[in-house]
Nanobody
């Protein structure tokens, strides 16, 4: 499975971005999908996850109410809608395909990773 993340960019605080993660194989529709991010000098952090059937979205507390994860099965794509962006959201964002149908918060539960897309939020 190859994952291609896109949609990052440079925005101002309060702006919105939508990240996309396209999968090369439809078999990823049987797996949970997640978004992680890594800021300079920090460890990779779980951001959001969604189960194989689009249910049970989970978010890290710092993005609850601002970010929304969704998936389009027809396009084998997962999205991360990011609203009310803050400077602390600045990071490289990675999408990943879970080893199973549920999207957990541990990076070890993910088998495939995209290449990352940079999100920079200026104050």
């Amino acid at each position: 499975v190859q994952l291609q993340a896109s949609g990052g960019g440079l925005v101002q605080a309060g702006d919105s971005l939508r990240l996309s993660c396209a999968s090369s194989r439809r078999t990823s529709s049987n797996n949970g999908m997640g978004w992680f991010r890594q800021a300079p000098g920090k460890e990779r952090e779980f951001v959001a996850g969604i189960s194989w059937n689009g249910g049970n979205p989970v978010y890290v507390d710092s993005v609850k109410g601002r970010f929304t994860i969704s998936r389009d099965y027809g396009q084998s794509t997962v999205y991360l809608q990011m609203d009310s962006l803050k400077p602390e959201d600045t990071a490289v964002y990675y999408c990943a395909s879970s080893r199973g149908p549920i999207a957990g918060s541990s990076a070890r539960s993910y088998a495939y990773w995209g290449q990352g897309t940079q999100v920079t939020v200026s104050s």
